[in-house]
């Protein structure tokens, strides 16, 4: 029962810190009000979670990281590859080197395996609270990619790392060729395991709807099963899970647009994963906050083992290790930009600007926040040596890391808005025109159907020729507005054809809530069925969803 209520009290929590983060209007974001309710949690009651760092990961990762390769833009990923690949892995690397070696002479007591260990717990950016933080602050469009796919791909390296760096602790060795050959296996089998298996199973699934037949629920749930299985299986394997359930995402974002499954199916299965993903994002931060009362608890030890007594020597510890990870992502971003090819595009053909706009450099360099991923990374350090004595300075490592996790979110709270105030990207592409282009050719295919449909029917009956004539007409009017938008577009008339768009967005949705509200009028006064109105309000819901989705101009 105690879990159960544990359970309760965080999906509540959840909902309230969202409740508090829109009566601040998001001046504080989302993820620190979660960690300090959760760090309210943790002081009150007889709340409390004893944090498994391998359950974590599987419970959820798997979930999160496939949604987040799902949502990714391939194209943009692939455009942005180079930057993309070397913020993943070189800059992980550079990270550990950067910060292990100084932290060694700053905190000698901390054997050098041992900072390499913390250096790499800190180094990757986590995936949930880079999103998180970015929500609702205006990021360039390359910029959020960029930091997208880092986030997804970096923890495969900063976690090797750390298996590396706590390995040579224990055993005192290290193999240069060895960790490299690890490093090519984990993640090279890893992508390929997350494919392999969301290939099969959507093979699988689509072989057997087409002889039973396609139900929802079920097409549902095998979408859930599969990022725990490609995690599992990679693990079992010795392979990045981590990069096997973002590959398995991916994959299901190329086979998603073959149309294969129905649309009631996407439209449900949708919703259910938005809604997961809000959930376990909240509940990432909330089980974050409940974890620092019993952090916090150890900082006297752990100032002791070092033999300091100054609580102060430890927040600046902490200070300095957030502030020398913004300044070695500051020099690694500039250092992309400045290896450009001279009247070319970026390393890989990316970049973020075409020159360095130091606003967007230094964006860049605060936007990695660490996250829950760091915490339970310093905690699945193990208590003790294969000898048996205590793993050195383990207390120290997990106070420092969480201070970190604190500090690079309220640095990423304070500076991100004041940063990116009217801040472009220089390469940024509008893909306003791609995105009218596409809906005209639509357009255009569905009237050559319905046209088609109509020259099939030998002696088409009144009925079939009036409905032809209405879709048709629908179709023309849509044609229409889009191509006198696409004139409109040369003229640069950019300001007033989006005005145009905000005025027809408001005129039709006032019109769907005017047809809401008489619906739910006459279902009051009883002039028609509650079955009746629940379907034509869920008429009215499906477009207004649409017209309140945001435009996609990708």
């Known amino acids: 029962m105690h879990h159960f209520y544990i359970v309760l009290v965080l999906l509540l929590g959840v909902v309230v810190s969202h409740w508090i983060a829109g009566t601040l209007r998001d001046r504080v974001a989302l993820p620190l009000v979660q960690i300090a309710l959760g760090a309210a949690l943790g002081r009150v009651g007889p709340f409390s979670v004893t944090l498994d760092p391998a ?33 993943a892995f070189g800059l992980v690397f550079f990270t550990v080197l950067g910060i292990g070696y100084p932290l060694h002479v700053l905190v000698p007591a901390m054997p050098l395996p041992v900072c390499f260990a913390l250096a790499a717990v800190v180094s990757p950016t986590d995936v949930v609270a880079a999103g998180a933080m970015v929500a609702n602050v205006p990021v360039p469009r390359r910029m959020l990619r960029i930091l997208q796919g880092e986030a997804l791909f970096n923890d495969a390296s900063g976690l090797v790392c750390l298996r590396l760096a706590v390995a040579a602790t224990v055993t005192g060795t290290f193999h240069f060729w060895d960790a490299l050959a690890e490093l090519a296996w984990t993640a090279i089998g890893g992508v390929l395991i997350g494919a392999a298996l969301t290939w099969a199973v959507s093979g699988a699934k689509t072989w057997v709807s087409s002889q039973l037949g396609e139900v929802t629920s079920t097409q549902i749930i095998i979408s859930l099963l599969v990022p725990y299985g490609a995690y599992l299986i990679a693990d079992g394997a010795g392979c990045s899970a981590v990069l096997a359930a973002v590959s398995a995402g991916m994959v ?31 509940i990432i931060f909330l089980l974050l906050g409940e974890q620092l009362p019993n952090v916090l608890a150890n900082i006297n030890a752990s100032v002791a083992e070092d033999g300091h007594r100054s609580l102060a020597w430890l927040a600046g510890c902490i200070t300095l290790i957030t502030v020398a990870l913004a300044l070695l992502r500051f020099v690694w971003v500039t250092a992309i930009i400045r290896l450009r090819r001279p009247g070319g595009d970026a390393i890989g053909g990316d970049a973020i600007g075409p020159r360095p706009n130091w606003r967007l450099v230094a964006a860049m360099s605060v936007a990695g926040v660490r996250g829950a991923v760091t915490l339970a990374g310093a905690m699945s350090i193990p208590l003790t040596g294969y000898d048996g004595t205590a793993f050195p300075a383990r207390d120290l490592v997990i106070v420092l890391a969480a201070g970190v996790i604190v500090t690079s979110l309220v640095l990423a709270n304070l500076a991100l808005p004041r940063l990116l105030r009217g801040v472009t990207s220089p390469l940024e592409p509008d893909g306003s025109k791609a995105a009218l282009e596409a809906r005209i050719q639509a357009t255009q295919a569905a009237l050559a159907a319905v046209a088609t449909a109509g020259a099939e029917r030998a002696n088409p009956q009144t009925g079939f020729i009036a409905a032809a004539a209405r879709v048709t007409g629908d179709y023309q009017r849509r044609l229409e507005h889009l191509s006198g938008h696409a004139e409109a577009a040369p003229k640069d008339d950019r300001g007033e054809m989006e005005q145009a768009r ?53």
């Open 55 to 87: 359950l974590f990961f599987l419970l959820f990762l798997p979930p999160l990281l496939f949604l987040d390769g799902w949502r990714v833009p391939t194209e943009d990923l692939l455009d942005n590859a180079g930057t993309v690949l070397s913020l």
């Open 252 to 282: 299901m974002s190329r086979l998603e647009v073959r149309g294969i499954t129905l649309p009631m199916t996407r439209l449900r299965r949708t919703t259910v994963w938005e809604t997961l993903q809000f959930t376990l994002n909240g």
């Open 502 to 554: 905000q005025d027809e967005r408001a005129l039709r949705l006032l019109a769907l809530r005017a047809e809401r509200a008489a619906v739910i009028g006459m279902a009051r006064k009883r002039h028609i069925s509650n079955d009746l109105a629940r379907t034509l309000m869920r008429e009215t819901d499906l477009a207004e969803t649409y017209y309140l989705s945001p435009p996609e101009t990708a």
